[in-house]
Nanobody, 124 residues
């Protein structure tokens, strides 16, 4: 089993920045794609971004909610994926989940492994 450990969440004021990290361990050949979803209170879980191993192809949500503000990156040597979040808004408040799977996808069902989630809270 691939294990994912997230860090970097917390409380930040609107307009601030956070960088989430997710370190993968175990059979990381099963984590060729790593990404992030989030779930806000009372809302469905939503896809944010994903990145492939090696050449670091990326795919982002089509939603305008995070475009231009969130950036995904990956350190293949460390098996770690990052989500840089800038210009944070109160509506970004959610639990953020790291995911890993075999290929790039925007679908939850295509990710075999999930982290425990990290809370991000943005105050106005």
């Amino acid at each position: 089993q691939v294990q994912l450990v997230e860090s970097g969440g917390g409380l930040v004021q609107a307009g601030g920045s956070l960088r989430l990290s997710c370190a993968a361990s175990g059979p990381t050949e099963r984590a060729r794609a790593m990404g992030w979803f989030r779930q806000a209170p009372g809302k469905e879980r939503e896809f944010l971004a994903t990145i492939s191993w090696g050449i670091n192809l990326t795919k982002y949500t089509d939603s305008d909610s995070v475009k231009g503000r969130f950036t995904i990156s990956r350190d293949n040597a460390k098996n770690t994926v990052y989500l840089q979040m800038n210009s944070l808004k109160p509506e970004d408040t959610a639990v953020y989940y790291c995911v890993a799977g075999q290929y790039l996808s925007t679908e939850m069902a295509h990710y075999d492994f999930w982290g425990q989630g990290t809370q991000v809270s943005v105050s106005s």
